[in-house]
Nanobody, 124 residues
């Protein structure tokens, strides 16, 4: 089992940067694919970025490609999302999630464990 806790959200201005962190507990983190998702009010929870167990394969939603970077440190059981050049449309609650399979996964419904989320608000 994996327990996840996000941190690093906040209120920033357009153009600013934030780094989200996700601390994982449990022995299976290093063998789990991971993902960052976000949910804006009244909208579905959508994938932002995903990463394979080794970090060797990544995926980004078109809306964040070139601005966000997902990474992981398996030795520290940590997942990160570096967010640059933030836009008001990036405002959402951001969740990290773990998939017990090793390979990269972009399907929200196949993720097994979720954090409680962290709010990111970008003002114009």
């Amino acid at each position: 089992q994996v327990q996840l806790a996000e941190s690093g959200g906040g209120l920033v201005q357009a153009g600013d940067s934030l780094r989200l962190s996700c601390a994982a507990s449990g022995r299976t983190f290093s063998s789990s694919a991971m993902g960052w998702f976000r949910q804006a009010p009244g909208k579905e929870r959508d994938i932002v970025a995903a990463i394979s167990w080794s970090g060797g394969t990544t995926y980004y939603a078109d809306s964040v490609k070139g601005r966000f970077t997902i990474s992981r440190d398996n030795a520290k059981n940590m997942l990160y999302l570096q967010m640059n050049t933030l836009k008001p449309e990036d405002t959402a609650v951001y969740y990290c999630a773990a998939d017990q399979n090793w390979s990269l996964n972009i399907n929200r419904d196949e993720y097994d464990y979720w954090g409680q989320g962290t709010q990111v608000t970008v003002s114009s």
